[in-house]
């Protein structure tokens, strides 16, 4: 079992749609959860972070963490054909190192 | 707030010769890490530093890598004897000190081919 698994799409969605991307991690001990964007070609780029159980917002971007499921999530909402990417989950089990997923790929059709 | 960066931003090399990357975090962050990203896939951890410290190294960084961080600025990460399956994107990034993992952010990589 990998230690962070995420669907590697392509998830497409229409602009204006709201995009749901999944993550989920095989340490309980996991104490920290981030998103990562990257473009083709380029690096990771940090778009939101979350540490507690529940949602936390920002501007289009909504983190979910269950941590009793093992299971973090990145709703966007209003995707925009900018929002094609792929989306890294990446896991903080306490000893610094972030443990990536494979990433899912947007597309954000017009 | 300049971010991390990285030098070079690619390096074509032939197999068996070795090679240097160096980065340089944001300047008030201490901690500092290595990853490796090959085509694909997510990026895999290969080493961090704490200021000066090399306090976790992965196995997938065999006895051909050496990192250093002298004075605990800036990191350079040397691969000896390259191998063609050491092609892949070297992507350096930086944090915070913090009781929970702050977040890491990454320069933009150097891009390592070899021939």
């Known amino acids: 079992q990998k230690e962070v698994e995420q669907n590697s799409g392509p998830l497409s969605v229409p602009e204006g749609a709201i995009a749901s991307l999944n993550c989920t991690y095989s340490d309980r001990g996991s104490q920290s959860f981030f998103w990562y964007r990257q473009y083709s070609g380029k690096s990771p780029e940090l778009i939101m972070f979350i540490y507690s159980n529940g949602d936390k917002e920002d501007g289009r971007f909504t983190a979910q963490l269950n941590k009793a499921s093992q299971y973090v999530s990145l709703l966007i909402r209003d995707s925009q054909p900018s929002d094609s990417a792929t989306y890294l989950c990446a896991v903080n089990t306490g000893f610094q190192k972030l443990v990536f997923g494979t990433g899912t790929r947007l597309l954000v059709s017009p | 707030d300049t971010g991390v960066s990285q030098d070079p931003r690619h390096k074509i090399t032939k197999r068996g010769q070795n090679v240097t990357f160096r980065c340089d975090p944001i300047s008030e962050h201490n901690h500092l890490y290595w990853y490796r990203q090959t085509l694909g896939q997510g990026p895999e951890f290969l080493t961090y530093?704490?200021?000066?410290?090399?306090?976790?190294k992965s196995r997938l960084l065999s006895d051909r890598f050496s990192a250093e961080r002298p004075k605990g600025s800036f990191s350079t990460l040397e691969i000896q004897r390259t191998e063609q399956g050491d092609s892949a994107m070297y992507l350096c990034?930086?944090?915070?000190?913090?009781?929970?993992?702050?977040?890491?952010?990454f320069g933009d990589g150097t891009r390592l081919s070899i021939l």
């Open positions: 990034a930086s944090s915070l000190v913090g009781a929970l993992g702050q977040p890491q952010h």
């Open positions: 530093f704490q200021n000066e410290a090399q306090l976790e």
